[in-house]
C-alpha cells in the first residue's frame, strides 16, 4: 500500500503537462514548470536548473528513506514463493 502510494505521489509530482496547460498564475506552478521557464531562447540558467531540480528531488527523497522498509518489504513479499 505505500509503494502505491508512493508511485501516486511521484507521478501526480511529474505531471507536466497537465501543470502547464492548466495553471495560469505563477503561484499554482508546479516545479518542473518552474525548470522549464528557466529556459531562455537563447541560453539557459543551469546553475538555477540545477538547483531547483534538486529541491524538486528532495521531497520524493525523504518520502522513500521515510518509507523505505515498508516499500521495499512490499516489493520483496510478491517475490518470496510459498
Do not use: D
Request: net charge neutral; proline share 2%; with cysteine.
Amino acid at each position: 500500500l505505500v509503494s502505491v502510494g508512493i508511485y501516486t505521489f511521484m507521478q501526480a509530482w511529474n505531471e507536466f503537462l497537465f501543470a502547464v496547460t492548466l495553471t495560469k498564475t505563477m503561484e499554482m506552478r508546479t516545479v518542473p514548470v518552474g525548470i522549464a521557464l528557466l529556459m531562455g531562447q537563447h541560453s539557459y540558467e543551469w546553475n538555477e536548473m540545477m538547483a531547483m531540480s534538486v529541491l524538486g528531488c528532495l521531497p520524493v527523497l525523504l518520502l522513500f528513506l521515510f518509507f523505505q522498509r515498508y516499500f521495499i518489504a512490499g516489493m520483496t513479499a510478491g517475490s518470496v514463493k510459498g
